[in-house]
C-alpha cells in the first residue's frame, strides 16, 4: 500500500493571463506537449507538417507573428509575437482543440508559455529550440531536422521574413 506524503510541495498552475503594462510585439516562448509521451505521434504521417502549417494559418488570421516553431516527436516549442487584442488563453486552446480534432492529437491540458524580456533572452530561447531534436539524438545536427519553420534568420523556406509585420495598437 502507497501512502500519500502530504507534507511533499504539490504544483499548481499558474496562471496565464498576460499583464495590461506588457506592450504589443512582446515575444513568447510556448511549450505544448502530448498526453502521452515518448510517443513519436508528431511525426507520424503528415501531422508535423500540418502543425507548422496551422500555426502559419493563425498568423494569416491575426492571432500571433510566429517566429520559430519546432516540433518534436511529442511535443512543440514555439516563440511567437501575440496579437495583445485578442486573450492568448483564447488563442492557444482554440489553436489545439482545432488540431486536435483535425489531427487527432491529444494534448496535455494547458501549456508552458513565457514572454522573453530581453534579446538575450530570445536568442537563448532560439538556441535551445533549434538544438533540441540533436540533444535528444533524432539527428547529428540541428540542420538536418526538417519539422521547423525559422525566421529568426533569413532561410529560403520561409520566404525570407525575418521581421513581424506592424503590429496593431493594444485595445484596453
Excluded at 41 to 68: C, T
Excluded at 90 to 112: M, N, P
Excluded at 131 to 142: E, F
Aim: hydrophobic content about 35%; some cysteine; overall charge positive.
Amino acid at each position: 500500500m502507497v501512502v500519500k506524503d502530504t507534507n511533499l510541495p504539490t504544483r499548481r498552475k499558474l496562471p496565464h493571463e498576460i499583464p495590461l503594462w506588457i506592450e504589443q510585439g512582446a515575444r513568447h516562448f510556448v511549450t505544448i506537449n502530448c498526453r502521452k509521451r515518448g510517443i513519436p505521434l508528431l511525426l507520424e504521417n503528415d501531422i508535423a507538417i500540418r502543425l507548422l502549417k496551422g500555426a502559419k494559418r493563425y498568423e494569416e488570421m491575426g492571432k500571433w507573428y510566429l517566429w520559430l516553431m519546432l516540433v518534436m516527436p511529442d511535443h512543440l516549442h514555439f516563440i511567437v509575437t501575440f496579437n495583445l487584442n485578442h486573450d492568448v488563453r483564447k488563442v492557444l486552446a482554440s489553436w489545439k482543440s482545432y488540431q486536435a480534432k483535425t489531427l487527432g492529437i491529444e494534448w496535455q491540458s494547458g501549456y508552458f508559455e513565457h514572454r522573453l524580456r530581453n534579446d538575450r533572452e530570445f536568442e537563448e530561447k532560439c538556441m535551445y529550440i533549434r538544438q533540441n531534436p540533436m540533444r535528444k539524438g533524432l539527428c547529428p545536427t540541428a540542420k538536418e531536422w526538417s519539422y521547423y519553420v525559422d525566421r529568426t534568420r533569413r532561410d529560403p523556406r520561409d520566404e525570407g521574413r525575418a521581421k513581424p509585420p506592424a503590429e496593431p495598437q493594444r485595445v484596453s
